[in-house]
């Protein structure tokens, strides 16, 4: 009994330990942010960051179970507003002036007022990083037109967007799925025309997900009028004669941040980059298919609707792209 009592005891100290580092975390914000209040409610005592993570929500940080917007927020009604996934490795932003470079195109191509500097994203982002365990971590960021009257043209009066901000653990590819490929399966295009804005309206992306994940595959590869376009939540690239190319910086993709990326990794490692437009057939042809995202990195495909890419096994260009990606990672 007494050494029950004795772990119990240390358990409930260590847990309250924990959570006082996390309250004063909140703390240090109100105070270094002066135009934010940090709301903590009692409840709090009993949560962990694992399952209830503090989350920003207009000025305030609060576990995500106490996050609410109201229902005419026009990203709840018309999926209005823009989004960014930023990874973290070691409880540092990856690129993030790129990242958020691509939110403020995206907030300015409809109209949404930015509501922050770049320095003053950064200040938040780091606030919501700190409260996490997790040294690797995916952090989300959207920002919608915020609460009006449900009318479609935008409010005479301009609305206060509403600014979101959490961040989970990034769970890395197995290295077993690395060493093995990815499998893929394809299907036409059905998503709007302006592919290259960060939009919350994800419908026709969240389709394509569910097709991959009906016929057990990783992604759905997405081609327009023959020609391929991109990933359900990927870029998609090809490589043929050991050369890395990728559909063109148009209206029809999102230019991943990675875009640039891989072309500055393919220039360090001597391997030659281009964009162009690419056939249905040329992807089937290809003697290596890669994704890349935040989350993938750079990942093998190996066989597309059943169809074996080349020799069915991640090739040369892979491992030396993924190797300079780690590399990047801690540069």
Known sequence: MCRFSFVLGVS?????????????????????????????????????????PFVYLNGTLTPLSEAKVPVLDRGFIFGDGIYEVIP????????????????????????????????????????????????????????TRGVAPRVHAFPHSEPTPTVFIMSNPLIPIPASTREQGVACVTMEDQRWLRCEIKSISLLGNVLAAQNAAANDANETIQFRDGFLTEGSASNVWVVKDGSLIGAPRDNLILEGIRYGLMEELCAADHIPFK????????????????????SKEVLPVVSIDGHTIANGKPGPIYKKLYAAYQAAKIA
């Open 275 to 294: 964009t162009q437009r690419i056939s249905r057939a040329e992807v089937f042809a290809a003697d290596e298919v890669l994704l890349s995202s935040a």
């Open 88 to 143: 973290v490795y070691g409880r540092t932003l990856f690129r993030p002036s790129q990242h958020l470079a691509r939110l403020f195109r995206g907030l300015a191509a409809v109209s949404i007022v930015n509501p922050h500097s770049e320095r003053q994203w950064l200040e938040l982002i780091d606030e919501v990083v700190r409260l996490q365990p997790a040294a690797d971590q995916l952090v989300y960021i959207q920002v």
């Open 12 to 52: 409930a100290f260590l847990a309250a330990a924990f959570l006082v580092s996390r309250l004063m975390q909140v703390a240090r914000f109100s105070t270094r942010v002066g135009c934010v209040y940090a709301k903590i409610t009692a409840s709090t005592a009993i949560r962990t960051a694992m399952d209830d």
